[in-house]
């Protein structure tokens, strides 16, 4: 469905891709905050390091490389625990399943739209049971709703105003 509004107008879409990719970097920044404060209660020997930590998961969640040298030699450096954060996510973070489901496939549908044929990505989160495979792909409005209810719980942005606030006579 969404694919063929797409298609009938390329204004929607060239309007609508900047804001679903907003959405997907709230969903990361949401992803980012749960794992960073978990990892550092967790490993309070390594809290001074949980940002990067969660930083290299996230990069590998959503198949994002960093060539910074200080960055490639951290997660060669560290890939091991890396990995081992990878594989605990579905357990200690179930309850984030479903916006890491769909922040990944609309990502996916983002890049494929602007040209990017990249689903190894995908393929990885699937391997990893970081995908609800029972979920389907939300439409566009299901997902930025989605969005603003947690960002709004996370205080990343403000919650959608109610209907009668949002008309004209107000």
Excluded: W
């Amino acid at each position: 469905m969404m694919n063929r509004a797409m298609e009938e107008s390329p204004q929607i879409e060239s309007r609508l891709l900047p804001i679903l990719r907003e959405a997907v970097e709230v969903v990361k920044m949401i992803l980012f905050k749960e794992l960073k404060e978990d990892l550092a209660a967790r490993y309070p020997a390594r809290a001074g390091e949980a940002g990067r930590v969660a930083g290299a998961v996230l990069n590998d969640f959503f198949g994002v490389v960093n060539p910074e040298p200080a960055v490639v030699a951290f997660v060669a450096e560290n890939r091991g625990f890396i990995d081992t954060v990878i594989a605990d996510f579905p357990s200690r973070f179930a309850n984030l399943l479903i916006p890491l489901t769909d922040g990944l496939r609309m990502q996916f549908l983002c890049d494929s739209r602007e040209g990017v044929d990249d689903t190894d990505f995908l393929a990885r989160a699937k391997e990893r049971g970081l995908l609800a495979d029972d979920r389907e792909m939300p439409l566009p409005h299901h997902f930025l709703h989605l969005v603003r209810r947690l960002g709004s719980t996370y205080g990343l942005v403000l919650p959608p105003l109610p209907p009668e606030e949002n008309s004209p006579s107000h």
